[in-house]
Nanobody, 123 residues
């Protein structure tokens, strides 16, 4: 099993930058593919980015490609989401998730979730 705790959320101005962190407990972190999802008010949860257990493959939603970067440090059992040039439409609660298997974009495939961290982008 793995437990996830997000941090780094907050208020940021459009055009600024923000880095979210997700710290995982457990010795098997490197076996899990990791993902970031978000949910804005009145909208369904949506995929943002994902990364394989080795870090060799990463995937992004079209809406964030070129602006956000997902990375992981298995030695620190931490996954990151670097948010550059955020837009007001990026405002949402961001969730870190883990799946014991092949990297996937489907939320239903992730068995472990963090509590979420609020990101608010002002114009």
């Amino acid at each position: 099993q793995v437990q996830l705790v997000e941090s780094g959320g907050g208020l940021v101005q459009a055009g600024g930058s923000l880095r979210l962190s997700c710290a995982a407990s457990g010795r098997l972190f490197s076996r899990y593919a990791m993902g970031w999802f978000r949910q804005a008010p009145g909208k369904e949860r949506e995929f943002v980015a994902a990364i394989s257990w080795s870090g060799g493959s990463s995937y992004y939603a079209d809406s964030v490609k070129g602006r956000f970067t997902i990375s992981r440090d298995n030695a620190k059992s931490t996954v990151y989401l670097q948010m550059n040039s955020p837009k007001p439409e990026d405002t949402a609660v961001y969730y870190c998730a883990a799946t014991f298997g092949v990297v996937t974009l489907g939320a239903d495939e992730y068995g472990y979730w963090g509590q979420g961290t609020q990101v608010t982008v002002s114009s």
